[in-house]
């Protein structure tokens, strides 16, 4: 119904770029994010719609909210659209279907996702997360991402930090994402040559035990991640790991 309306699209993208002044300089108030916002959730509609996602996608509309992403003022405000624009891409994502990946490898969501892991508020770093893990979760999107070195130390690096930063401030949602990623990340067999030497060691020892107790799934997919990375392993006599030649 929205995507066929006549010119309901148009003024809804009309509120986005209205708006785009006010990203920089920072000037965005809490009246302009509302409104942008509650634009925002009607095209999450239309992308998690399967009738309209393919227009969607065809249309570039997700290329709208790109420059609400970059954005990295603290304020409230800013906090809100983006967290809002991660939930229109997050909608495609959760449908996962190839069409919303390979749409996306042709962007620069992985770059932007990145960024907000590193240092957005948790629950942005928890959508941005998530979106990753569903990239990675399909074959193209593994395949990609482990293509060359550079991106796939990148993913790993902020992933790294994220596991430092939540030893210090646990949250289980996070954490469950970041686990699921790494997981995933150790299908490729060079990223999992790469992770048995930069791997934290928190997901190693019992730093999370506490926060992971009644979370099954979680310690399974952590006990696999490990499982994984001990396969095919080159030890000596005390079994010890022997470094790569």
Known sequence: ????????????LQEIVNIYPSINPPTL???QSNRVC????????VASHPETRSAFLAAHIPLFLY???????????????RLTSLGVIGALVKTDEQ????FLLTTEIIPLCLRIMESGSELSKTVATFILQKILLDDTGLAYICQTYERFSHVAMILGK?????????????LK???RCYLRLSDNLRAREALRQCLPDQLKDSTFAQVLKDDTT???WLAQLVKNLQEGQVTDARGIPLAPQ
């Open 162 to 174: 994220m596991v430092l930063q939540l030893s210090k401030e646990p949250s289980a949602r996070l």
């Open 99 to 102: 069409e919303v990946i390979n």
């Open 1 to 12: 119904m929205l995507w066929h309306s006549c010119g309901t699209i148009a003024a809804l």
């Open 177 to 179: 994402h970041v686990v």
């Open 218 to 220: 979680t310690k399974r």
């Open 67 to 81: 420059p609400f992403l970059h954005t990295v003022s603290k304020t409230r405000p800013f906090e809100y659209l």
């Open 29 to 31: 108030t809490a009246h």
């Open 38 to 45: 509650n634009a925002l959730a009607l095209l999450q509609c």
